[in-house]
T-cell receptor, first 115, second 116 residues
Framework: EPEVTQTPSHQVTQMGQEVILRCVPI?????FYWYRQILGQKVEFLVSFYNNEISEKSEIFDDQFSVERPDGSNFTLKIRSTKLEDSAMYFCASSEGGGTGNEQFFGPGTRLTVL | AQKVTQAQTEISVVEKEDVTLDCVYETRDTTYYLFWYKQPPSGELVFLIRRNSFDEQNEISGRYSWNFQKSTSSFNFTITASQVVDSAVYFCALSEDGTSGSRLTFGEGTQLTVNP
């Protein structure tokens, strides 16, 4: 069964460093998402992406964040200058369609630890 | 703005007990979807069910059942004859009308512990 994959599974970085989290969505999906979950808290929407541009972003997704689909398979989330509060699990998701009822398939997550 | 509330932060039951997880939502849209996801200790998010706002028919799937009531804006989830493997955090989520990628708004989650 096709699945969303994410690398790395765990990333440790120093405050102020740039990190890139990578995701490979399901191949025939057209809509891509990033969510964040701070330890012990709820899952929060960051951004949705379609047709090589951001469709929607939350208030969390400030200028420190960017997303890119550099080729036909990868979808990346970049954090330009990490802060301690960026420590969280980051989930990538993809869906075939963009409408409300389309199931979003989640990857296993990348745990980001900022020291 | 959409909002999902899961008032139960933690529930602990003994194996074979039935347990119901509550979810209340707020939305201004007439078209929306509701979801339940399970997050086991390993951390991944596992899709369980989705219901649309026009389908209030309740459903049973094995040991799982769902009770959707628009009149009270609730979408509750019941596990019958709970098992230790059901121990996880359960998230209720809401998706409103969107055509270019619909964000999911999650509740705070309910930590379910099933003891042997």
């Amino acid at each position: 069964e096709p699945e969303v994959t994410q690398t790395p599974s765990h990333q440790v970085t120093q405050m102020g460093q740039e990190v890139i989290l990578r995701c490979v969505p399901i191949s025939n999906h057209l809509y891509f998402y990033w969510y964040r979950q701070i330890l012990g808290q709820k899952v929060e929407f960051l951004v949705s992406f379609y047709n090589n541009e951001i469709s929607e972003k939350s208030e969390i997704f400030d200028d420190q964040f960017s997303v890119e689909r550099p080729d036909g398979s990868n979808f990346t989330l970049k954090i330009r200058s990490t802060k301690l509060e960026d420590s969280a699990m980051y989930f990538c998701a993809s869906s075939e369609g963009g409408g409300t009822g389309n199931e979003q398939f989640f990857g296993p997550g990348t745990r980001l630890t900022v020291l | 703005a959409q909002k999902v509330t899961q008032a139960q932060t933690e529930i602990s039951v003994v194996e074979k007990e039935d347990v119901t997880l509550d979810c209340v939502y707020e939305t201004r849209d007439t078209t929306y979807y509701l979801f339940w996801y399970k997050q086991p200790p390993s951390g991944e998010l596992v899709f369980l069910i989705r219901r649309n706002s026009f389908d209030e028919q309740n459903e049973i799937s094995g040991r799982y059942s769902w009770n959707f009531q628009k009149s009270t804006s609730s979408f509750n989830f019941t596990i019958t004859a709970s098992q230790v493997v059901d121990s996880a955090v359960y998230f209720c989520a809401l998706s409103e009308d969107g055509t270019s990628g619909s964000r999911l708004t999650f509740g705070e989650g309910t930590q379910l512990t099933v003891n042997p």
